[in-house]
């Protein structure tokens, strides 16, 4: 069984390319000497995702993205990330990209929030930015090596 799997809740959406995701978030992880423990992407609706906010963080709005760290140590990342696929979808059209870009971008923020990096601060924003456009920038030039 892959460390990384993919699942939708309410919602019939699964990507493409998922072997290439897959690799991409290991090598991700493997850049920061970490090991890649189970990691869940749950793909879902706003509603959905929504709830979750409420319902675990206490926040009142709609958001893209919610990852819970589920690792027990520091060595080895595991956690759950949720997507919102409706929002990704919103968000691309708002920032004049294609949707599997926005996508991508969104799973490799929750892989970061995973590797211990936040967005609470502008400071910290920029430099989540800056992460994120380096692994984007790895998986347009990633080719995926037979077997794996």
Same mark, same amino acid.
């Given at each position: 069984?892959?460390?990384?799997? +993919?699942? *939708? =809740?309410?919602?019939? /959406?699964? @990507?493409e &390319?998922?072997s290439?995701?897959?690799?991409w978030?290991?090598?991700? $992880?493997r850049?920061? &000497?970490?090991?890649?423990?189970?990691?869940?992407?749950i /793909?879902?609706?706003?509603?959905?995702?929504?709830n $979750?906010?409420?319902?675990y963080?206490n926040?009142?709005d709609?958001?893209?993205? $919610?990852t +819970? *760290?589920?690792?027990d140590?520091?060595?080895? $990342?595991?956690?759950?990330i +949720?997507i919102?696929?409706?929002?990704?979808?919103? &968000?691309a059209?708002? /920032?004049?990209?294609? +949707?599997?870009?926005?996508?991508?971008?969104?799973?490799i923020h929750?892989?970061?929030?995973?590797?211990g990096?936040?967005?609470k601060?502008?400071?910290?924003k920029a430099?989540?930015t800056?992460?994120?456009?380096?692994?984007? =920038?790895?998986?347009s030039?990633?080719?995926? @090596?037979?077997?794996?």
């Amino acid at each position: 069984m892959d460390p990384v799997t +993919f699942h *939708n =809740e309410d919602i019939e /959406f699964m @990507p493409e &390319n998922l072997s290439i995701i897959q690799y991409w978030i290991a090598q991700t $992880i493997r850049e920061y &000497n970490k090991t890649t423990g189970e990691i869940n992407i749950i /793909f879902c609706s706003d509603e959905y995702l929504y709830n $979750i906010n409420e319902q675990y963080l206490n926040h009142d709005d709609y958001t893209d993205i $919610i990852t +819970f *760290n589920n690792a027990d140590n520091d060595s080895t $990342i595991e956690g759950d990330i +949720f997507i919102s696929v409706e929002r990704v979808i919103e &968000n691309a059209s708002i /920032f004049s990209m294609n +949707f599997e870009s926005e996508l991508h971008r969104v799973i490799i923020h929750g892989i970061l929030h995973l590797l211990g990096y936040t967005d609470k601060s502008d400071e910290s924003k920029a430099i989540m930015t800056k992460k994120e456009d380096a692994c984007l =920038e790895i998986l347009s030039n990633l080719s995926v @090596p037979r077997g794996t």
